[in-house]
Nanobody
């Protein structure tokens, strides 16, 4: 599946952005979808994930974004979203969406994802 991430930009600390990840080629319904980010000089890290459709739509978040970020999906639009509120300077990174069909227990492991978008840059000014 081809994934296209968008919605990044420059925002002041405390502001909000919504990232979108739109798929083509296949439906996202059968994929667990995740968002990861990579800051300059750092490794890629897990941000959030949402379970495939029809299995309860459970979500999972990194502790650093819990209560500030929200992941959701719109199957009709074949799109996954990441709503980011109360952004902090440390949220500055390139954000990637990704899809996987492995078991839910491994959704925080980037190595388990098979399909990746190209990334969208989020810059939070303090």
């Amino acid at each position: 599946v081809q994934l296209q991430a968008s919605g990044g930009g420059l925002v002041q600390a405390g502001g909000s952005l919504r990232l979108s990840c739109t798929a083509s080629g296949r439906s996202l319904r059968n994929f667990h979808m995740g968002w990861f980010r990579q800051a300059p000089g750092k490794e890629r890290e897990f941000v959030a994930a949402i379970m495939r459709s029809g299995t309860g739509s459970s979500t999972r978040y990194a502790d650093s974004v819990k209560d500030r970020f929200s992941i959701s999906r719109d199957n009709a639009k074949n799109t996954v979203y990441l709503q980011m509120n109360n952004l902090k300077a440390e949220d500055t990174a390139v954000y990637y969406c990704a899809g996987t069909q492995i078991v839910w227990a491994y959704v925080e492991d980037a190595r388990r994802y098979t399909d990746w978008g190209q990334g969208t840059l989020v810059t939070v000014s303090s």
